[in-house]
């Protein structure tokens, strides 16, 4: 075990990653937070975030940050990634006879693996699905168990990466974007596949557009809507890799005019918003609003927006650093990207325990 200062510490997993608790809690952490790196990431991407959570939340939380997926493994796809990530929650689980509560945090594309692996993590209340709606009640269901907390995405391409300028560096120039569709395979394996909805896996539909619904025995909305509280962190400029439509989930026309922050606690958090779920028939209304955009991206927006949503847009638009804003947001490396701390303070200040 390596004490980090400030009350923390870390260790090796049994079962891989790295466990992030208080040196010395005054009781024992019920609540286990699993931390989800992106794209060629690492567990220590949110070496950061880890510590600064458990410092902040020492007898309410442990911390698990993923390595199931480290550096190259990130390009065998999303659902591939989602499996192993759940096994090892799975292990993480059962190492830990004192956890009742779960809770996800993810980065990237590391958001779109943490809905895949609740998915497949997902328990019905009491083993039963027609117990999940009784009348106007609903039962949650659990995440292997445990009560299912805080899913919190940071920059994660939750509508993909295809065209209508949702990767920012590739200019919205429609040429470029129909190149890139074609040869994202080349660079980012089944993952690029993944991201530009270019799968076809024996004819299903792209695996994404599956991902907001349940599937088979993948119950991804059910396990999305078990949780008490879902947040999209997006950035609004400067993330060359995930533009602030698909992190936030929502349509062009939704995105809201935001002003320069005037909270000296949190200067770079623009925009606030609750968004309530959507019931079908005003999902379809939108969707004939909104008949110009992409029919598969209104389709992932009509379906992962029938769960509420809590949106917290952010700028680094004044910072020095301001084109490293996709790494900002998550405070990668401390000793590079500092300015982003108050982004995971507001993370921790509106943290359900």
Known sequence: MEDEGG?????????????????????????????????LGSTADWQYGAREFVKMLPDRVIVHCSECNMYRLTLDGVDVMGERLADEVVGVISRKP?????????????????????????????????????????????????????FVTVATPHLGSRGNRQVPFLFGVT??????????HWIFGRTGRHLFLKDNDEGQPPLLLRMVDDCGDLYFMSALRAFKCRVAYANVGYDHIVGWRTSSIR?????????????????????????????????????????????????????????????????????????AAHSLIQVKYSFMHSEGADVIQHMIDHFLT
């Open 7 to 39: 009350g923390v510490c870390s260790k090796e997993s049994v079962n891989g990653g790295t466990d992030v608790s208080a040196a010395a809690p005054a009781s024992s952490p019920d609540h286990l937070v699993v931390m989800v790196h992106g794209i």
């Open 98 to 150: 004192e956890i009742r509560k779960i809770s996800f945090i993810a980065h990237s594309v590391g958001g779109l693996v943490a809905r895949y692996a609740i998915g497949r993590l997902y328990r019905h209340p009491e083993g039963n699905p027609s117990q999940e709606h009784l009348g106007d009640f609903c039962v949650r269901g659990t995440i292997c168990g445990l009560e299912a907390v805080n």
């Open 175 to 184: 040429a470029i974007e129909n190149v890139a569709s074609r040869v994202i």
């Open 251 to 323: 349509r062009n026309s939704e995105l809201p005019r935001w002003e320069d922050s005037l909270s000296e606690k949190y200067p770079h958090i623009v925009y606030e918003e609750l968004s309530k779920e959507t019931n079908a028939d005003q999902c379809e209304q939108d969707s004939v609003i909104n008949s110009d955009s992409d029919e598969l991206e209104e389709k992932m927006v009509i379906g992962l927006t029938r769960v509420s949503w809590e949106r917290v847009d952010v700028s680094f638009h004044s910072s020095r650093q301001r084109f």
